[in-house]
Every structure is written in structure tokens, then in C-alpha cells.
């Protein structure tokens, strides 16, 4: 397209929105026309083609900041700046372009082809091939068109997630791909296979694979970000005499805990370093203790515990509670 043509060229109508609209609802605009009229929604129909071209040229402008701003200066001007000669007294002459851009200098006098020569200098905007000439495709309107995405899904289980591996994917037309999942990978990440996509419709650098990853729940961890939580229970001797206990890791052997005389139920072991390890940095495992009350009693261990409820303290464990609640 040539230079003088922004004159007439009203990209906002062109997308159907108002010369204030903001840049997130321009590409939430631009992105539903160009699914409506995309060459690949619409085979054959060239008009639909051509309407593509033209919301794809005018979004390319006004996506980009600079572009928008020096686009909506020149149509500011109006039609007066192409069509009033050099010093005929007309508002919005030449004199009043270069103004606008900074260019310091007098109006050209070998007509409108030099004008628009001037931007085509060594600095200048529209000879850059960001407003003026093409260099490919739409490049001269923000370059060809990305090719579409591709969407993708895939459940791993819970120790796939946590130490990372290559698995091995159906692609839409049944092609096989290989997805490599990053260690510590959790539900609802999304991973992005760059180029791995649908190919642009004019030359372009073809689309992305979007893989959304879920993740099976494991039966006994959890994540807390880098750390791995377990509930381990204790008996209550165990809680009250302090013990020496074994709690499993993650794919790996069993670590032995301390639990410590008079240990309550939720206190927090630390295991440093048996978490989830990647690249950012290695959390811990974190046992929950939990004292297991026993639901079953033979007639010698209800025995022992009365003996011991005889001779436990005195001290009622909800006075405190009380005290607050009132």
C-alpha cells in the first residue's frame, strides 16, 4: 500500500471499534474477525480472503504503539494535507506534517511524490517497511500471519509430574509427537511446543502446540509448591513417650523421623531436600504428625489405660479454649 493511502485507509471502522479503544479489547476484537475470516474457515471465498487481509493489515498498525500514534496524527490532518498545495494558505499544509514527526524543515516542492520520498529517507517511518513498502506477505502491515495453535491435553500421575519425562502424544491428524514434561510440572500448567503448530496461511512461522497438563492426585502426597506434604500417624505412646519412626519419599527409600516426647497431633517434621527438585530449586518433605486413637481395645489394655487416666494430670487441655470463647 502506498504511503499517501493512509489518508483514506480507517482501520478503527475496518475492525468495527471507536478510535479510544484500548489494546486488550482490540485484539480480543481483531482475534474473532480474523477466526470468521480466516482462509482456512472460509475455502474459496475471496472475498472473505480479502476481508482477512484487511482487518490482519489494520490490526498490524494499530497493535503496534508507535504505529498507532504516528497513523491517527496523519489522519488527523485530513484530507486538507494531501491536497493543499505549498504555500496556498490551506490548514493542515505540508508545513503542518513535518511539524507533527519533527522534521524541521520546508515542504518539498516537486509535488506529492516527493513528499512522501522524504519519509522514504535514511530515519524515516514510512520507507522502513513498517508503514510503507512490504518485505514479504503482510510484512509492510506487521508481517505474515502466525499460523494457528493447537490445543492439546494429557493426565499424567503424580510421580510422571513430579520427576519430569518425555511421553509420547497423538497429534490431530494421529501423527505422533513427543512432548518433554519438565520436572515438578503441576495440574493446569500449560506447555507451549513452539512452531509445532499449523503453518501460516501466507509464510509465515507456523503456530504453537499448547499442551494442559493434569495430574492424577497421589495417595499419599501432596504439593505445597515445591514441598511434598504427607500425614504420617503415630500411635499415642509413640506421641507421648517420643519415638523413632520411618516415612516414605517420593520414589525413593524411606527417611526415619524423631518424634519427640509429647508430640501433638499437626506438629510438622521438616525433611530438608525431598521435595520436588527442579531447575528453580528443591523443596523438603513435610510430615504431618497425627496421634491415632485406637478403635479397638482388649480388656488388658483398657485396664492399663483407667490405671493411667487415675494417675494422669490433673489439667483439663480445653481451659484455655474456654477462657478465650467467653
Given at each position: 500500500?502506498?504511503?499517501?493511502?493512509?489518508?483514506?485507509?480507517?482501520?478503527?471502522?475496518?475492525?468495527?471499534?471507536?478510535?479510544?479503544?484500548?489494546?486488550a479489547d482490540l485484539k480480543k476484537t481483531y482475534r474473532k474477525l480474523a477466526r470468521q475470516y480466516h482462509p482456512d474457515s472460509n475455502p474459496g471465498d475471496a472475498k472473505a480472503e480479502a476481508t482477512f487481509k484487511e482487518i490482519s493489515e489494520a490490526y498490524s498498525v494499530l497493535n503496534d504503539p508507535e504505529q498507532r500514534e504516528e497513523y491517527d496524527q496523519i489522519r488527523a490532518m485530513g484530507s486538507?494535507?494531501?491536497?493543499?498545495?505549498?504555500?496556498?494558505?490551506?490548514?493542515?499544509?505540508?508545513d503542518d506534517v513535518f511539524s507533527r514527526f519533527g522534521q524541521g524543515r520546508q515542504a518539498p516542492s516537486g509535488g506529492f511524490d516527493d513528499f512522501f520520498t522524504m519519509f522514504d529517507q535514511q530515519g524515516g517511518g514510512f520507507g522502513s517497511g513498517r508503514f510503507g513498502q512490504t518485505t514479504g506477505g503482510f510484512r509492510g502491515f506487521g508481517g505474515p500471519q502466525k499460523g494457528a495453535d493447537v490445543s492439546a491435553r494429557t493426565t499424567l500421575d503424580f510421580v510422571t509430574a513430579a520427576k519430569g519425562e518425555t511421553i509420547t502424544l497423538a497429534g490431530e491428524d494421529n501423527v505422533p509427537?513427543?512432548?518433554?514434561?519438565?520436572?515438578?510440572?503441576?495440574?493446569?500448567?500449560?506447555?507451549?511446543?513452539?512452531?509445532?503448530?499449523?503453518?501460516?496461511?501466507?509464510?509465515?512461522?507456523?503456530?504453537?502446540?499448547?499442551?494442559?497438563?493434569?495430574?492424577?492426585?497421589?495417595?499419599?502426597?501432596?504439593?505445597?509448591?515445591?514441598n511434598l506434604r504427607i500425614t504420617v500417624p503415630v500411635t499415642f505412646t509413640e506421641a507421648a513417650l517420643g519415638a523413632t519412626i520411618e516415612v516414605p519419599t517420593l520414589g525413593g527409600d524411606p527417611v526415619r523421623l524423631r518424634v519427640?516426647?509429647?508430640?501433638?497431633?499437626?506438629?510438622?517434621?521438616?525433611?530438608?531436600?525431598?521435595?520436588?527438585?527442579?531447575?528453580?530449586?528443591?523443596?523438603?518433605?513435610?510430615?504431618?504428625?497425627?496421634?491415632?486413637?485406637?478403635?479397638?481395645?482388649?480388656?488388658?489394655?483398657?485396664?492399663?489405660?483407667?490405671?493411667?487416666?487415675?494417675?494422669?494430670?490433673?489439667?483439663?487441655?480445653?481451659?484455655?479454649?474456654?477462657?478465650?470463647?467467653?
Open positions: 500500500m502506498a504511503s499517501q493511502d493512509w489518508f483514506d485507509k480507517d482501520f478503527y471502522k475496518v475492525l468495527g471499534v471507536d478510535k479510544s479503544v484500548s489494546a486538507g494535507a494531501r491536497f493543499s498545495a505549498p504555500g496556498a494558505g490551506a490548514g493542515g499544509g505540508f509427537f513427543k512432548v518433554k514434561i519438565p520436572a515438578g510440572v503441576s495440574d493446569g500448567q500449560k506447555i507451549r511446543l513452539r512452531g509445532r503448530g499449523r503453518k501460516s496461511p501466507d509464510g509465515g512461522e507456523s503456530g504453537d502446540i499448547v499442551v494442559t497438563v493434569a495430574v492424577r492426585a497421589h495417595p499419599v502426597f501432596t504439593r505445597d509448591g515445591l519427640a516426647p509429647g508430640t501433638p497431633s499437626g506438629r510438622v517434621l521438616r525433611v530438608k531436600g525431598r521435595g520436588i527438585s527442579t531447575t528453580k530449586g528443591t523443596g523438603d518433605l513435610l510430615a504431618e504428625v497425627q496421634v491415632a486413637v485406637p478403635t479397638h481395645l482388649d480388656d488388658a489394655a483398657r485396664e492399663a489405660l483407667e490405671r493411667f487416666h487415675e494417675l494422669e494430670p490433673k489439667e483439663n487441655p480445653r481451659a484455655d479454649l474456654m477462657a478465650k470463647a467467653r
